[in-house]
């Protein structure tokens, strides 16, 4: 079991660029999320997925997108990055009895 | 809405004294309680978790107690070692399509 992985694991990208973050799990968990981390405040929430097929918007969802087109993946999508989204983001999934799985992280600067 | 509070840090403990981090929650109903920890240049990793009032969970030799009545899952270690040295964080989670609410971490630091 490789648990919950993430790639790519450091990106830097200068303003305007776009990319796509990968999250890949291989538990069968239904529920799987992406968060940000940044120093003093937390994880915040970006979007989430209940199901294959389904995206919900978390707290902080602006300037992402987000697809669960396979029930293992879920791609976290940034159409023109800005300086703002420089931070670490991570991807986890979810037990049925509420445990969290995160992945190692990818660690994104927008120059 | 959902929150949690954490005790502040950072925490700075000498190699073998006792730790104690603080956690409060306000949320309806019965949320299931866990800690994660965070070692540097980590994802979280699950430390131990409780799903009902007076459970006690426990793990690697931390132990946090479920209070309803004081609305508290409080995190302790008898003795920390230099490999403790992480962020740690406390969570809830009840079921709210399937979402759950982080306190803001609290660092701690063993010096040997």
């Known amino acids: 079991n490789a648990g919950v992985t993430q790639t790519p694991k450091f990106r830097v990208l200068k303003t305007g660029q776009s990319m796509t973050l990968l999250c890949a799990q291989d538990?069968?968990?239904?529920?799987m999320y992406w968060y940000r981390q940044d120093p003093g405040m937390g994880l915040r929430l970006i979007h989430y997925?209940?199901?294959?097929?389904?995206?919900a918007k978390g707290e902080v969802p602006d300037g992402y997108n987000v697809s669960r087109l396979k029930k293992q993946n879920f791609l976290l999508g940034l159409e023109s990055a800005a300086p703002s989204q420089t931070s670490v983001y991570f991807c986890a999934s979810r037990t049925t009895t509420f445990e969290q799985y995160f992945g190692p992280g990818t660690r994104l600067t927008v120059t | 809405g959902d929150s949690v509070t954490q005790m502040e840090g950072p925490v700075t403990l000498s190699e073998e004294a006792c730790l104690t981090i603080?956690?409060?929650?306000?949320?309806?109903?019965?949320?299931?309680l866990f800690w994660y920890v965070q070692y540097p240049g980590e994802g979280l990793q699950l430390l131990l978790k409780a799903t009902k009032a007076d459970d006690k969970g426990s793990n690697k030799g931390f132990e946090a107690t479920y209070r309803k009545e004081t609305t508290s899952f409080h995190l302790e270690k008898g003795s920390v070692q230099v490999s403790d040295s992480a962020v740690y964080f406390c969570?809830?989670?009840?079921?709210?399509?399937?979402?759950?609410?982080f306190g803001d971490g609290t660092t701690l630091t063993v010096k040997p």
């Open positions: 969570a809830l989670s009840r079921g709210n399509a399937g979402k759950s609410t």
């Open positions: 538990m069968n968990h239904e529920y």
């Open positions: 997925s209940v199901g294959e097929g389904t995206t």
């Open positions: 603080n956690c409060t929650y306000t949320a309806t109903g019965y949320p299931s």
